[in-house]
T-cell receptor
Framework: ETGVTQTPRHLVMGMTNKKSLKCEQH?????MYWYKQSAKKPLELMFV???????ENNSVPSRFSPECPNSSHLFLHLHTLQPEDSALYLC??????????FGPGTRLTVL | GENVEQHPSTLSVQEGDSAVIKCTYS??????FPWYKQELGKRPQLIID?????GEKKDQRIAVTLNKTAKHFSLHITETQPEDSAVYFC????????????FGIGTKLQVIP
């Protein structure tokens, strides 16, 4: 299962730190996504990029900043996070009319 | 926007029995309904999907049904096995230039040997 990869797999950070999550897809897909998965909540769509243009920002706080330099790479820059931001962050990609495929996720803990 | 309701939130069945998970959606424009299985510590994986032009789809022990009029769709797993234990997510989407997928809250299925 190497179609969508994410690094790091685990991240612990303080509220004043700045860190970045990285996602890479090797499937030639044209859309990439960030989802947040918290306990007892549905998967929450955060951002969508289509052909590296941001097409969706689901009212995400500005302490989360996405970057999509090309159709294969997606970043999520994090700064001044809160403990409630601790969650599993899943990257995904899709091609027109084809299935949404997820990466393994980054387990983020904010202290 | 789209809203997807899923129930039950937890489901325990004996091995060999059937399991049914039900979802409803709110946006009549949704036309694509995937189901994902997420095992503990792993990524969600697509197991089956259905498009709005069909009412039922089967893949071995798994079937999905769709009632567009009522905006209901369901996942049916027959002859359950311990390896079916996982969290199952339903979702609804518009299938266009890209897919914006709205997920249900998930159902934790436990198959008891």
């Amino acid at each position: 299962e190497t179609g969508v990869t994410q690094t790091p797999r685990h991240l612990v950070m303080g509220m004043t730190n700045k860190k970045s999550l990285k996602c890479e897809q090797h499937l030639g897909h044209n859309a990439m996504y960030w989802y947040k998965q918290s306990a007892k909540k549905p998967l929450e769509l955060m951002f969508v990029y289509n052909f590296k243009e941001q097409t969706e920002n689901n009212s995400v706080p500005s302490r989360f900043s996405p970057e999509c330099p090309n159709s294969s790479h997606l970043f999520l820059h994090l700064h001044t996070l809160q403990p409630e931001d601790s969650a599993l962050y899943l990257c995904a990609s899709s091609q027109e009319r084809r299935n949404l495929g997820f990466g393994p996720g980054t387990r983020l803990t904010v202290l | 926007g789209e809203n997807v309701e899923q129930h039950p939130s937890t489901l325990s069945v004996q091995e060999g029995d059937s399991a049914v998970i039900k979802c409803t959606y709110s946006d009549s424009a949704s036309n694509y309904f995937p189901w994902y299985k997420q095992e503990l510590g792993k990524r969600p994986q697509l197991i089956i999907d259905i498009r709005s032009n069909v009412g039922e789809k089967k893949d071995q022990r798994i079937a999905v049904t769709l009632n567009k009029t009522a905006k209901h769709f369901s996942l049916h797993i027959t002859e359950t096995q311990p390896e079916d234990s996982a969290v199952y997510f339903c979702a609804a989407a518009h299938s266009g230039g890209y897919q914006k997928v709205t997920f249900g809250i998930g159902t934790k299925l436990q198959v008891i040997p």
